[in-house]
C-alpha cells in the first residue's frame, strides 16, 4: 500500500533553533516528492520539489534532502522564524499515475516559540 | 493572478442539509480539485477535472458527494443529507497539465464545513 509517513507528529522549538522533519514513503514507482507549507486555517503552498536523482535542495532556509534507496526525506529548516509555525506536509508522487497518485503526509505541526 | 478562491469560508448546517460549495481557479489553469482534510490529518483527494472533464474520483467521493465544472471555469462541490462526519476543510486546488503532472497544486483558502 502507498503510504507517506512523517515524524514527529509534532515539534516546539525556540525562535532561531534549527530542526529537521522526517519524511518515510513507500510509493512506488516514484516520481517526485514535495514538501508543503500550510498555515493555520491556509491552503498548503508548495516549498520544495525533490525528483528521483535529486539529493539535497535549498530554498532559502530550508533544505530538502531526498535519498530514493531508502525511500527517505528531510526538510531541515535554519535558524528558525516565529513564521515558520505551520504545519509541513510531504506528499510523494506516483510516477505515470494518476491525481490520485499524489499521497499526502499527516504533516508535522511545527511551533516557533520566541 | 487573483489565486484560488473559495467561498464560503465558513459553513455551519445542521444534520441532513444540503450545501455547496464554489472553487474559482487560477484563471490559466485547465485542472481543479477537491481534497478533504480533517484535524491533525493531510489533505485526502476526492476529485479532478481537466477543463470541465471530471477524469477521476475517490472512493471517498460517495454518491452523496456531487462535484462539477460546467464551463471548465468554476468548479461546485455539493454535499447531500450531510453527516456530522462530513464535517472537515474542503480543499479546492488548480494547476495546469504540466504543474498537475509534478504535483505542483496551488491550493485555495478552504472551506470549512461544520455539521450540528
Known amino acids: 500500500k502507498n503510504q507517506v509517513e512523517q515524524s514527529p507528529q509534532s515539534l516546539i522549538i525556540l525562535e532561531g533553533k534549527n530542526c529537521t522533519l522526517q519524511c518515510n514513503y513507500t510509493v512506488s514507482p516514484f516520481s517526485n516528492l514535495r514538501w508543503y507549507k500550510q498555515d493555520t486555517g491556509r491552503g498548503p503552498v508548495s516549498l520544495t520539489i525533490?525528483?528521483?536523482?535529486?539529493n539535497t535542495k535549498s530554498n532559502g532556509r530550508y533544505t530538502a534532502t531526498l535519498d530514493a534507496d531508502t525511500k527517505q526525506s528531510s526538510l531541515h529548516i535554519t535558524a528558525s522564524q516565529l513564521s515558520d509555525s505551520a504545519s509541513y506536509i510531504c506528499v510523494v508522487s506516483g510516477r505515470g499515475g494518476s491525481q490520485g497518485n499524489l499521497i499526502f503526509g499527516k504533516g508535522t505541526k511545527l511551533s516557533v516559540k520566541p | 493572478d487573483t489565486g484560488v478562491s473559495q467561498n464560503p469560508r465558513h459553513k455551519i448546517t445542521k444534520r441532513g442539509q444540503n450545501v455547496t460549495f464554489r472553487c474559482d481557479p487560477i484563471?490559466?489553469?485547465?485542472?481543479l480539485y477537491w481534497y478533504r482534510q480533517t484535524l491533525g490529518q493531510g489533505p485526502e483527494f476526492l476529485t479532478y477535472?481537466?477543463?470541465?472533464?471530471?477524469?477521476?474520483k475517490s472512493r471517498l467521493l460517495s454518491d452523496r458527494f456531487s462535484a462539477e465544472r460546467p464551463k471548465g471555469s468554476f468548479s461546485t462541490l455539493e454535499i447531500q443529507r450531510t453527516e456530522q462526519g462530513d464535517s472537515a476543510m474542503y480543499l479546492c486546488a488548480s494547476s495546469t497539465s504540466s504543474t498537475g503532472n509534478t504535483g505542483e497544486l496551488f491550493f485555495g483558502e478552504g472551506s470549512r464545513l461544520t455539521v450540528l
Open positions: 484563471s490559466e489553469h485547465n485542472r
Open positions: 525533490m525528483t528521483f536523482s535529486e
Open positions: 477535472f481537466q477543463n470541465e472533464a471530471q477524469l477521476e
